[in-house]
T-cell receptor, first 112, second 112 residues
Framework: KQEVTQIPAALSVPEGENLVLNCSFT??????LQWFRQDPGKGLTSLLL?????REQTSGRLNASLDKSSGRSTLYIAASQPGDSATYLC???????????FGGGTRVLVKP | NAGVTQTPKFQVLKTGQSMTLQCAQD?????MYWYRQDPGMGLRLIYY???????DKGEVPNGYNVSRLNKREFSLRLESAAPSQTSVYFC???????????FGPGTRLLVL
């Protein structure tokens, strides 16, 4: 059974610092891995989707890497802003392609 | 283009009452999902539908039933609500296994 872990559960940084968010998964036989952002009281918004054949994916200030052999993905957010404050979740998609297994999320606070 | 919509936004039930949570999408996606999100437990898959006419159990299906009414709509029914079903329920859709998953805004359910 796939298990996805995100450590730390919470993170606080001053504005302008780079953010590094970690995601680890136990079963390396994944189809792809997705990073989401969730604002308080809201649904999830997709940030990046990394296919299993890819090593990384980039969108603006966001970069996500994937290392299947070690069971890890990392989300980098460059030059953090207070608007980046949110909870970030990763999800691993199994090889059947249908089921996502979510990590518990990392709650990020960027202080002005 | 509304994306994924959920009704109601908030509901209070008494133990033993029944209700149906509605989800609709206008993105012409094949797959639809129901999740629940609880503090400390993350997002857990209740049921999913890979395509119109099919449904499958997820991680926590007990106490729930689903109906994939057509390609657009996927409903979740609680036949006899219990306090343990107090949660935030999210519907999600996806075009295919290699595609991004899109979430609705959620339904907050309180069972007294």
């Amino acid at each position: 059974k796939q298990e996805v872990t995100q450590i730390p559960a919470a993170l606080s940084v001053p504005e302008g610092e780079n953010l590094v968010l970690n995601c680890s998964f136990t079963d390396s036989a994944i189809y792809n891995l997705q990073w989401f952002r969730q604002d308080p009281g809201k649904g999830l918004t997709s940030l990046l989707l990394i296919q299993s054949s890819q090593r990384e994916q980039t969108s603006g200030r966001l970069n996500a890497s994937l290392d299947k052999s070690s069971g890890r993905s990392t989300l980098y957010i460059a030059a953090s802003q207070p608007g980046d404050s949110a909870t970030y979740l990763c999800a691993a998609i199994g090889t059947a392609g249908n089921k996502l297994t979510f990590g518990g999320g990392t709650r990020v606070l960027v202080k002005p | 283009n509304a994306g994924v919509t959920q009704t109601p936004k908030f509901q209070v039930l008494k133990t033993g009452q029944s209700m149906t949570l509605q989800c609709a999408q206008d993105m012409n996606h094949n797959s639809m999902y129901w999740y629940r999100q609880d503090p400390g437990m993350g997002l857990r898959l209740i049921y999913y539908s890979a395509s119109e006419g099919t449904t499958d159990k997820g991680e926590v299906p007990n106490g729930y039933n689903v109906s994939r009414l057509n390609k657009r709509e996927f409903s979740l029914r609680l036949e006899s609500a219990a306090p343990s079903q107090t949660s935030v329920y999210f519907c999600a859709t996806r075009a295919g296994a290699r595609e991004t998953q899109y979430f609705g805004p959620g339904t907050r359910l309180l069972v007294l």
